[in-house]
Nanobody, 123 residues
Framework: AQVQESGGGLVQPGGSLRLSCAAS????????IGWFRQAPGKLREGVGC????????HYADSVKGRFTISGDNAENTVWLQMNSLKPEDTAVYYC?????????????????WGQGTSVTVSS
């Protein structure tokens, strides 16, 4: 069982990217997915999360209104849509899963972590 991110790359300020978190080895039904990022020289920070059971989402203040998390249980995938990107969004982005998770909110702990995908916002 694992999760794997994809979709990173280089984008200009103001642009958009959509990251994917694909789960394999289990079925996305009762789960929580968290998105995190780590910029060079900085600590890892939470970006947002989703509860598979309720669809509840939560976002860090720094990305609220610009980033959206959604999931498709049939495709075993969760996406992080990132709009209006800023240079300070440059980081390696990770998804992590808590499985199973029966809560209607997000988990505080995650069991499965991806390898990360790099996002660079620069002109």
């Amino acid at each position: 069982a694992q999760v794997q991110e994809s979709g990173g790359g280089l984008v200009q300020p103001g642009g958009s990217l959509r990251l994917s978190c694909a789960a394999s080895g289990f079925t996305l039904d009762y789960y929580a997915i968290g998105w995190f990022r780590q910029a060079p020289g900085k600590l890892r920070e939470g970006v947002g999360c989703i509860s598979g059971r309720s669809g509840f989402t939560h976002y860090a203040d720094s990305v609220k209104g610009r980033f959206t998390i959604s999931g498709d249980n049939a495709e075993n995938t969760v996406w992080l849509q990132m709009n209006s990107l800023k240079p300070e969004d440059t980081a390696v982005y990770y998804c992590a899963m808590k499985y199973p998770w029966y809560g209607n909110d997000c988990s505080d702990e995650y069991d499965y972590w991806g390898q990360g995908t790099s996002v660079t916002v620069s002109s």
